[in-house]
């Protein structure tokens, strides 16, 4: 078994190596990649719309399945480090099955929290605004329908938008925080992505980013590759009867930019150098499992 897993962790080290080299992988690869492969830009969106709608019905089993459980401590982490507030206007962006925001909404309507506070805060509990924007139709189906499961489905705090991260509809300056978890790698231009983000926030607004990203420590790296090219996308086939998309999703993080320099003669940026290219201040990230996942924030001034 261990013969097994150095075996593949060699060949997909070897793949990539290859992949960074070609034109098309110099530092801005993630713009016009889909998994190892180059794709034209104008193709991207409508390849990774295509993955999403075929994944979309079971999206959170696989979810689960995937990361044993823990993307839920993850999202935990990430709405955590976000403090929400009554009263908030927030952005959740490639949210579609409502994950990150209803754990949101239920921080804000904590009851052993909100007993705590001045009753003065109810009206401003009447005025939290959560927008989940997702580009997929699909996936917001998905979230409106758990949104209803969950007792959500009249709430007006929630307000599901079909939208693009690269051309958010919002106003500029009018949130107070913006999450985006597993998503930020899909959008074709991440760079414009962020620029968004930031142009959306109030000063003193929040982004964070909870990303699958490159598993620091050598050993786990290598169970961490052979997990991610031989199981998960067998496990997609078994449970959804679709292989490729998985492979294209686990494909996605390897060509995602690393949290910090790899060494490689033509490195793609790092993240959170992005994040401080669009104007952030703050920049930081906290890795979760070894660098399997990370979360990424900033603070607009």
Not at 73 to 99: C, E, I, N, Q, Y
Request: proline share 3%; aromatic share 10%.
């Amino acid at each position: 078994m261990a013969t097994l897993v150095r075996s593949v962790a060699r060949n997909l080290r070897r793949n990539k190596l290859s992949s960074m080299y070609c034109p098309a992988s110099i530092l801005h690869s993630h713009a016009t990649s889909f998994g190892f492969k180059d794709v034209a830009e104008e193709e991207k969106s409508k390849m990774v719309g295509n993955v999403f709608t075929s994944v979309a019905s079971n999206y959170d089993l696989m979810n689960d399945l995937m990361s044993g459980g823990l993307h839920r401590l993850w999202k935990d982490r990430l709405v955590s480090k976000l403090s929400p507030f009554p009263g908030m206007k927030h952005l959740d962006v490639a949210g579609g099955t409502g994950d990150v925001a209803f754990r949101i909404l239920e921080n804000i309507k904590n009851v052993k929290r909100r007993a705590m506070q001045d009753v003065l805060d109810d009206d401003l509990i009447e005025e939290t605004r959560i927008y989940v924007c997702d580009i997929n139709p699909n996936m917001l189906r998905v979230g409106k329908k758990r949104a209803e499961e969950r007792g959500f489905g009249r709430d007006k705090s929630l307000v599901w938008v079909e939208g693009d991260a690269e051309a958010l509809s919002f106003e500029d300056n009018s949130m107070d925080g913006y999450t985006i978890a597993f998503g930020i790698r899909n959008v074709t231009h991440i760079e414009k992505a962020l620029s968004e983000a930031y142009r959306v926030l109030k000063r003193g607004g929040r982004f964070l980013c909870l990303e699958l990203s490159h598993v620091d420590i050598p050993i786990y790296k290598d169970l961490y590759d052979f997990y991610s090219f031989s199981v998960i996308p067998a496990v997609g086939e078994l449970v959804t009867g679709d292989r490729e998309s998985y492979q294209y999703l686990v494909e996605s993080v390897r060509r995602f930019p690393p949290q910090v320099e790899l060494g490689y003669e033509m490195t793609k940026k790092q993240f959170a150098k992005m994040i401080a290219e669009a104007g952030f201040q703050k920049v930081e990230y906290e890795n979760l499992v070894g660098g399997v996942v990370a979360i990424h924030s900033g603070v607009k001034f």
